[in-house]
């Protein structure tokens, strides 16, 4: 695993509270704020402020505000999408293979998607990350790194309540390097590929047990 700036316990802590917040804001979310809010005042500064912003911004609007404002943020069309392996991919063919090794990573570790979801979304990536396999979470965020500054820096942009969640997460990963600028680039440009194939609705995906497994 790449050396990184925080412990273990740290980025357990903020993947799972970045996962958390970057779920659809329903009842449930909103009644945990006050408890996101503690585990970020807990975190270092860089990683904890950006968790801390998101909180904010949700408890200052109605939830439904938020729950709108979230549809139409986290679309599937080009920067606004929590789907990793859609930045790399886009809508192509090529794409399904990208979420079989996903999904065998999951397997591997006795885990199972629910089926009527996809195992690239950021949420359950980041849980999984948190809360079963930390090396091979965070090998699936590197992996999707181009596409996960791009979601950043799309969020900046349009000021959404989500940026700092994403900030967060980005700030527990090593440094970019000039290859990984360069792949942000192109793909800040050109887009994803447009295979047009389908993808699954808004929503992150849950984990469960898998049968037999731990």
């Known amino acids: 695993m790449p050396k990184?700036?925080?412990?273990?316990?740290?980025?357990?802590r903020t993947w799972q509270a970045a996962s958390i917040l970057l779920d659809y804001p329903d009842e449930q979310l909103v009644s945990r704020l006050d408890?996101?809010?503690e585990v970020a005042a807990s975190?270092?500064?860089?990683?904890g402020r950006g968790l801390q912003e998101t909180i904010e911004k949700l408890r200052s609007q109605p939830p439904l505000t938020s729950q709108a404002n979230y549809v139409e943020t986290f679309d599937t069309r080009r920067r606004?999408?929590?789907?990793?392996?859609?930045?790399?991919?886009?809508?192509t063919r090529k794409r399904?293979?990208?979420?079989?090794?996903?999904?065998q990573v999951y397997t591997r570790a006795g885990l199972v998607l629910t089926d009527d979801q996809l195992p690239d979304h950021l949420c359950v990536v980041l849980e999984f990350a948190a809360t079963t396999d930390q090396a091979a979470g965070l090998k699936m965020i590197l992996d999707n790194r181009a596409g996960l500054e791009l979601l950043r820096l799309h969020l900046a942009e349009t000021g959404s309540p989500w940026w700092g969640a994403v900030e967060a997460v980005?700030?527990?990963?090593?440094?970019?390097?000039g290859k990984d600028h360069e792949a942000i680039k192109i793909l800040a440009?050109?887009?994803p590929a447009d295979e047009q194939v389908g993808l699954n609705p808004y929503g992150a995906p849950?984990?469960?047990p898998m049968p037999g497994g731990s």
Request: glycine share 8%; proline share 6%.
């Open 96 to 103: 399904g293979l990208a979420l079989l090794r996903i999904k």
């Open 4 to 12: 990184l700036r925080f412990t273990p316990d740290e980025l357990t």
């Open 189 to 191: 440009a050109e887009g």
């Open 35 to 37: 408890l996101l809010a």
């Open 170 to 177: 980005c700030a527990t990963l090593p440094a970019l390097k």
């Open 43 to 47: 975190l270092p500064a860089k990683i």
């Open 80 to 91: 606004g999408c929590l789907f990793l392996t859609y930045f790399s991919s886009g809508d």
């Open 206 to 208: 849950d984990l469960l």
